[in-house]
Structure formats: C-alpha cells, structure tokens
C-alpha cells in the first residue's frame, strides 16, 4: 500500500515523541512550516498555493488527523505506540543482560607465611597508581561523588554554555559539578537523596550508553514546550545466581528524565535517600526543574578548591597558633584548612591515598569550648521522625590529658557540624582537652574496602602526637590492624583458618581480632569473639571514592548464633555446598545510571561447629561461583 502523503510529518510527530500537555496547534504549525519535502516525491508541498476547495479541503483534513495524532499520543494506547521511537533511550531485547566482562580471574596459590609484616606495612607506604579518570576534568574539579568546582569556574572550561536549577530544591544544595570538555555534570544533594544534571551537545551523548530494558515503561513528558522521556529504575541484580546477570528494577528511588534543547542534550536523575521520607520528586517535579534551567542559576556554597585555606590563612582568623600532627598514619596528605566562626576552630583536612577522594581525617582545634557528642552527632530523619543512632562511647587513655577530659564516639558522628563547608566522611571522633584547647579528631571506621580508617589505637598515636606525651610503645599490638595472618590465629581462641588459593593480584592487606567482650561495632553486634581477613586487589572504577575490589574473610564463634536457615529467610540466597558443609550464597550486581560503571558484590556463608564463616567479595563484575567456593575450601 502506497503511504499517504501525511505519513511523513505523521512520524515525524511520533519520533519527536509530543506529550498531551504540548501545544499541538502549535507543534503542528511548526512542523508543516519547516517541511522540506517535495510535491514529485509524492508528499506535501507547503509551497503549493491552497485556493482550490479541494486543497482547503486537505488542509483540515490534515489538522483533523495531527490532532487525532496528538489525542492518541496522550491515551494509554498512545504512550505504548510512542514507545517504539525513543529519542534518548535504546531498548534492549529483553529485561535482563549480563555486564561486561573484565580480565580474566586466575587463582593462585598463597601461604599465610609469606604474608610478612614488611608486605602489610608496603601496600599501606606505597601508593596505588591512580587508574585512569572516568572525568577528564577529575583532578581539578573532583569526582562524581565529591565533585568541588563551581558552575562558573566548570563553564570556563568548556565550549558550551552551562546551565543550572534556578532555584534549587528545599533541602538541596549545590554540592558541586565536574566532567568533561564534552559534558558535564551538576550534583545537588540532600538528605531527601541527590540531583545529577548532565549536559553537553546533543552529537556528544550516545542513547546506546541508555539502555533499558524490553519492557521498561518510557513516559512521554513536556519540558516546557519541549518533548522529553522519563523512565524509573535501573539495572541491578539482587540475588540473581548467574555470574554477572542483572535485570531492569523498576522503582522510583531512580529516576531519569532526558531532553534536547537548542542543540544541547540534557539528562537529570533523581537518586532518594534511604533515610528521607521517600521519593522528594516525580516525573512533573522533575519536569518543572528541567524546564527553569538557567544560565545564571542559584547557587548555595559549592565546593572548591579555593574553599580551603592555608594553614597560615586558618590562623590569621583564629587568632591562635595552628598545630599539626607529628605522626599520621602512611597514606595521608593535607588537602586544606577552613575556619569555623561560631567556635572560633580551625578543621585541618587530610585525605588517603587519592587525593581526590573526601577527606577522611579531619582535626579541629579551637580555644574555645570543646564541642559536645551532641554537637556532632548525624541527625538524620524518617518519616518526619528523627532517628536515634547509638553511639558508642568509651573513656581513653591519652598521654597528657587529664582523666574525664577525652572521650571516643564511635558510630553515628560527622564533624561536618561544626567545621561545615567541606564534605568529609568521618564516623568516629576522639575529644579531649589538653593545655587550654580543645580538639576533635574525625576519621572513618574500618569499613574493609579500601577506604583510609583509623584504629582506636591509631586515634590514641594521633593525639599523643599533639599533646607530647607518649603512652603506647612503638611495637603495641594494634588490633585493629594486625600485620599478619599468623598474628590474627595466635590471638583466637577458636581455630582460624586462611585461604591457601587466593585471586591474583590480591595481596594481604590487614587483619582484626575482638574478644567476645569487645562494644559492638560497624560489622559486629558485640558477644561474639571475631577476626577478620583483609584481602585487596586494585581500585573499583578510577578510584576516587577509595573502594578497592576487596575479598574480606570473617570468622566468628559465638555458639547458638543465627543459623543458615535464619539467614535464607532474608531471600535471595541459593544453596551451595563447602567441604561437604551446607552454604548459602547470594550474588548482588548493579549498573550506576550516572557513572555507567558496574559492581557486585557476593557472600558466601557457612558453619562448621560453632563458628561462622563468611566470605564477602567487591568486584566490578562478578567472581564465578566456583572459584568463591574454592577459595572458601582451600581455607586450612
């Protein structure tokens, strides 16, 4: 059957994908205006001089038909046809894919033996080689999750026009924007979630990066009188068994809305918090925000490089001498210094390893009052009811401190209240008071990935650094960061075990051990006696948030805990076997809408006895099944 003469400008309508909220007199109107089609191709010629009854006749049957067209576009039975001529996404032929595979995965042979201080004590010396940047502008203007350069300072550096929210969001704030010469990212966070605005020219932006699933609904949204696409979910793969297998999750803690305009090509995502009061956006809030874009945008204290002082600067405005540490631990370089007015203290940063990572040390220092475990404990909500985090609280030892004058709080605590301005991740912080000043130290706690912490011992090193007055032999055991497999099995009163096949080019990095009598901690409810293996291998994605692809090894006695059965009710585990012992493994991969970068994450659990086995594993895409297995039976 010979098309009609409308065909074309019919799927031209259809590919621009017009929702029901567009002015489809006016779409209409423009499209026949612009039409460059000729009357010997057999379409319509708007050069044709309409005075011919019949040709005033064609003229409204044309607008009965587009208006039909734009009618049927907003039914459902629309929004299913226009589904088949995406703009900004590619649809996959199926609802699941597998992520892409990266080196091949080898296992070798390794002995506890060999695992020598000198070995531990090097990988923490020596730094990582940083891998390539996912953003070419990362060193200067910070990485995804922590970028630092203003709007005006990125739109130096490209060839496009920047564009942010006019105003932006109650509880939001502009945390910052980086990315590329082709295209750039604008990140608002709060405690409701974030907002990622990307933008770049339309040529530079590849819908083939935008795969959704067969099945994924697409929902046809107007951006003022522009057409755009709004889709929710994301591509993960919660207790799927096969290696590196996800599928398209549909729900709206991801949302995504793409669009064009003038030449530029625009993708805002909306990321919810897991603590807020679910979802702060849908598709007409996202909607109203892409359509209020500005070139001149609010802004609310982003981060930059030039936010941080010199150490000499800090001083100027407090009015006292600023002091740093004599001992740090190996790894830890100084990023800057800010001024916090309201307590008249200096916060000196410190970041490990990546230098653009979020600092994960901070000191502050003040001489004024000590600041309370009030003052900076996280406040986080649900429901519009605040949540009480515990904090853990002990009464240390520090080398010229009065007693009663120092305290740890562990779990549930941000120096970011009281030193603001920079984003920092701490979760742990030591108080005391020593000749007339008061000091917090913040750092993180040992989260088994790769990320700089710090050990209660080490917190001790630190302040006894400032105050002079030494308490803790050079050689004290640590703990918290055991040197040796070997150490870890000579501290157990159970039998410990260690694997004798290992992934290749991954090293020993540290162990722990907690007495059964030992507070509670990040990965232990406390009654339980523990140690901890350490394994890493190289950074997960550029590395700037400091995770490494990690295998962690936990041991726990503790008779009458949680049994196989107990844990398989959380769903999606399926059964394994090590050694002839029941096991239950899960495999968890996910697909980052933003990055584009994947990661999965496996645990395999099993009991012999009383003690519990677990064998946790972070990689950029999935460890077979198999080799976990055999790295949990070649633990002796």
Same mark, same amino acid.
């Given at each position: ?27 209409? #109107? ?28 064609? @003229? ?17 039975? &629309?929004?299913?046809? !226009?589904?088949?001529?995406?703009? *900004?996404?590619?649809?996959? +032929? ?52 922590? $970028? #630092? ?77 522009? $057409? =755009? ?14 290696? &590196?297998?996800? #599928?398209?999750?549909?729900?709206? =803690? ?57 150490? +000499? ?6 009015? *006292?001498?600023? %002091? ?32 653009? !990572? ?28 605040? @949540? ?24 549930? %605590? ?19 008071? *020593? ?6 130290? &913040?750092? %993180?706690?040992?989260? *088994? ?8 011992? +080490?917190?001790?090193?630190?302040? +006894? ?65 523990? %140690? ?14 400091? #995770? ?27 059964? !394994? ?60």
């Amino acid at each position: 059957m010979k098309n009609h003469p409308l065909t074309p400008i019919l799927h031209d309508l259809a590919e621009d994908g017009i929702p029901a909220e567009v002015d489809y007199r006016a779409a209409v #109107r423009a499209r026949l205006e612009t039409s460059k089609t000729h009357a010997n191709q057999g379409a319509f010629s708007m050069k044709t001089s309409f005075t011919h009854p019949r040709r005033i006749a064609a @003229i409204a049957f044309l607008a009965v038909l587009l208006l039909m067209a734009a009618a049927l576009v907003s039914t459902p039975q &629309g929004q299913a046809w !226009a589904q088949t001529v995406l703009r *900004f996404f590619t649809r996959s +032929e199926s609802n699941t894919h597998l992520i892409p595979t990266q080196d091949p995965l080898t296992l070798i042979e390794v002995s506890p033996a060999e695992e020598t201080p000198a070995q531990a004590e090097q990988l923490i010396v020596t730094p990582t080689p940083r891998p390539e940047a996912l953003l070419p502008f990362n060193d200067a203007c910070g990485s995804l999750p922590y $970028p #630092r350069c203003t709007i005006e300072q990125i739109g130096k550096m490209v060839d496009f026009p920047v564009k942010g929210l006019a105003a932006i969001p109650e509880g939001m704030e502009l945390t910052g924007a980086s990315g590329g010469t082709e295209n750039i990212i604008v990140m608002y966070a709060g405690s409701r979630g974030a907002l990622y605005l990307a933008q770049g020219p339309a040529g530079s932006d590849d819908p083939q990066l935008f795969e959704i699933s067969s099945d994924t609904l697409v929902e046809a949204v107007s951006i003022g009188n522009l $057409p =755009g696409e709004y889709i929710q979910g994301g591509w993960s793969g919660l207790g799927i068994s096969e290696a &590196g297998l996800v #599928r398209w999750e549909t729900h709206e =803690g991801i949302q995504t809305l793409r669009w064009e305009q003038d030449g530029m090509r625009y993708t805002l995502w909306f990321y919810a918090s897991k603590t807020g009061d679910g979802p702060l956006f849908d598709k007409s809030g996202l909607a109203a925000l892409a359509s209020q874009l500005t070139a001149k945008p609010a802004s609310s204290g982003a981060i930059s490089q030039a936010a941080y002082l010199t150490i +000499e600067q800090a001083a100027t405005r407090s009015g *006292f001498a600023i %002091v740093e540490p004599a001992w740090l631990p190996a790894g830890y370089l100084l990023a800057g210094a800010t001024y916090a007015p309201e307590w008249n203290g200096v916060c000196l940063y410190y970041s490990y390893r990546l230098e653009a !990572a979020a600092p994960t040390l901070t000191l502050f220092q003040s001489n004024g009052q000590l600041p309370s475990v009030e003052d900076i404990k996280i406040k986080q909500f649900y429901n519009g009811q605040p @949540i009480d985090i515990p904090v853990s609280i002990a009464a240390p030892e520090i080398g010229g401190v009065e007693p009663g004058y120092a305290l740890l709080a562990s779990n549930g %605590v941000n120096l970011g209240a009281i030193c603001g301005g920079i984003e920092m991740t701490t979760n742990k912080a030591l108080l005391w008071r *020593f000749n007339g000043m008061s000091f917090v130290l &913040g750092a %993180v706690v040992d989260n *088994f990935n790769g990320r700089g912490f710090l050990s209660d011992v +080490e917190m001790r090193r630190v302040a +006894e650094s400032l105050t002079g007055v030494a308490t803790l032999p050079a050689d004290a055991l640590d703990p918290e960061r055991l040197n040796s497999v070997e150490v870890a099995k000579s501290l157990a009163g159970f039998e410990v075990k260690s694997p004798t096949l290992m992934l290749a080019g991954f090293y020993f990095d540290h162990g722990v051990y907690y007495p059964n009598d030992a507070p509670p901690g990040f990965w232990r409810s406390g009654g339980s006696e523990d %140690v901890y293996l350490l394994y890493l291998g190289s950074p997960i994605g550029d590395g700037s948030d400091g #995770r490494y692809a990690s295998i962690f090894i936990a041991q726990t006695f503790a008779p009458g805990q949680q049994t196989l059965d107990e844990l398989a009710m959380g769903g999606g585990y399926e059964t !394994a076997s090590v050694n002839g012992q029941a096991a239950l493994h899960r495999q968890d991969c996910w697909e980052d809408p933003v990055t584009r970068t994947t990661a999965c994450y496996q645990t395999l659990t099993w009991f012999v006895d009383d003690v519990r086995y677990e064998i946790d594993v972070f990689l950029e895409k999935a460890l077979p099944k198999d080799m976990l297995i055999a790295i949990a039976e070649s633990m002796k």
